[in-house]
């Protein structure tokens, strides 16, 4: 198993430009996230999906679009990008089966927004 | 509103000491919690949840109801610690995950 995969690993963006991130994971699990690092800030929750067409904002949903189409991808939409949305992206993903479950993450994708 | 407080940005302790990363939080109920791991160059994974009362590489993690505190300890550091740990939680029947900022932790030979 592949686990959680990401793409790309880096992006530099200029401001106004628009682009997705990739994610997929290949555990059949439901629950899927993304987060963003920054520092001295730890990960915040961007958006999350807990089954195939089924999706809802975290804490800090704006500036990024989500969609669920199908179990393994949950891609991220940057609509414009802003030098604020500089950041480390990660995907995360766990079985829905209680609270609690581990969460799996991907290896991340780390975008410049110049 | 949940929150996860990790006060110490940067902790340095000597190889064989012990180590401690303090962790408190503020929610309204019972909720999971759990310590994350991320070392260089690898991807974020669990440590350990206090449900399971398990110890993983050494570490123990004890849930203070009272203090609201989830310090995770070890009692003789190593070097292959070094890394930056998170704090977590998440509502008893919810599967977002609240972070701390994050500790860096370096263990000196």
């Known amino acids: 198993n592949a686990g959680v995969t990401q793409t790309p690993k880096f992006q530099v963006l200029k401001t106004g430009q628009s682009m997705t991130l990739q994610c997929a994971q290949d555990m059949n699990h439901e629950y899927m996230s993304w987060y963003r690092q920054d520092p001295g800030m730890g990960l915040r929750l961007i958006h999350y999906?807990?089954?195939?067409?089924?999706?809802d904002q975290g804490e800090v949903p704006n500036g990024y679009n989500v969609s669920r189409s199908t179990t393994e991808d949950f891609p991220l939409r940057l609509l414009s990008a802003a030098p604020s949305q500089t950041s480390v992206y990660f995907c995360?993903?766990?079985?829905?089966?209680?609270?609690?479950?581990?969460?799996?993450f991907g290896p991340g994708t780390r975008l410049l927004v110049l | 509103a949940q929150r996860v407080t990790q006060p110490e940005k940067l902790l340095s302790v000597f190889k064989g000491a012990p180590v401690e990363l303090k962790c408190n939080y503020s929610?309204?109920?019972?909720?999971?919690l759990f310590w994350y791991v991320q070392y260089s160059r690898q991807r974020l994974q669990l440590l350990l949840r206090h449900i399971s009362r398990e110890s993983i590489k050494g570490f123990t993690a004890d849930l203070n109801k009272g203090e609201t505190s989830f310090h995770l300890k070890k009692p003789f550091a190593q070097e292959e610690d070094s890394a930056m740990y998170y704090c977590a939680l998440s509502g008893p029947d919810d599967y977002k995950l609240s972070f701390g900022a994050g500790t860096t932790v370096t263990v000196r030979a």
């Open positions: 929610y309204s109920g019972s909720p999971e």
């Open positions: 999906s807990v089954g195939a067409g089924i999706t």
């Open positions: 995360a993903s766990s079985y829905r089966r209680r609270s609690g479950e581990t969460q799996y």
